[in-house]
């Protein structure tokens, strides 16, 4: 089954590009286009999306307010910021509002695409970058003890910086998912993050550090 994308941005050269990016991809579809935040809530609430490809600059709504209204929905498609937009204010305003990455207009179409998919399975993407400037606004501490993580628990945070879920961690590792919980606990109190997105930014930090 293709994971159906909106792609939301008020400039239609560049809206139609990545409708072309999204067809020439065998696991994606397109599940819409629009051209305000206002025309993709309802696009959203319409039902069929499962990642909204969404600007920032759109008329009637942000791209930051509609991803906030996306993220607030009981089962909420996966929000993937792309924009031209690159100050740490904005960053963090938009993973505050929901998104699950972001990545500026002049990535490569690869790297679109390679984002669409993570976001999809459940995990973060940012830039180069980024990592480090989110989790300095959020507040998180580098941890003191980084070397308190076991082996099995660095296996758990690179499945779970990679977008895995508990229940995929647990069939990988041959684990209970009980087992994968307590991990992700462990790791979540050593690394002395707040959850699980914040955990992957400190994975992806240190695998640039």
């Known amino acids: 089954m293709s994971t159906r994308v909106l792609i939301v941005d008020d400039h239609p050269p560049y809206r139609d590009a990545l409708a072309r990016l999204v067809e020439s991809l065998p696991d994606l579809e397109v599940a819409g286009l629009a051209g305000d935040g206002e025309e993709a809530v309802a696009k959203v609430l319409a039902g069929g999306v499962d990642v909204v490809l969404m600007d920032i600059n759109l008329p009637l709504l942000s791209g930051l307010d509609a991803a906030a209204r996306i993220a607030a929905l009981p089962e909420p498609p996966a929000v993937l910021v792309v924009t031209m937009v690159d100050d740490d ?121």
Do not use: C
């Open 89 to 209: 204010d904005t960053v963090v305003a938009a993973m505050r509002a929901g998104a699950r990455g972001y990545v500026l207009k002049g990535a490569s179409s690869e790297e679109v695409a390679a984002a669409m998919r993570t976001v999809m399975a459940g995990g973060a993407v940012f830039g180069a970058g980024v990592a480090a400037r989110l989790l300095a606004h959020s507040g998180a501490p580098e941890p003191r003890n980084r070397a308190e993580l076991t082996a099995r628990e660095r296996e758990v945070l690179g499945l779970l910086a990679e977008g895995s879920t508990n229940k995929q961690i647990a069939l990988a590792l041959g684990l209970s998912l009980k087992t994968v919980q307590n991990y992700v606990s462990n790791i979540l109190e050593k690394l002395q993050v707040a959850d699980r997105t914040q955990a992957a930014l400190r994975a992806q930090q240190n695998r640039r550090s």
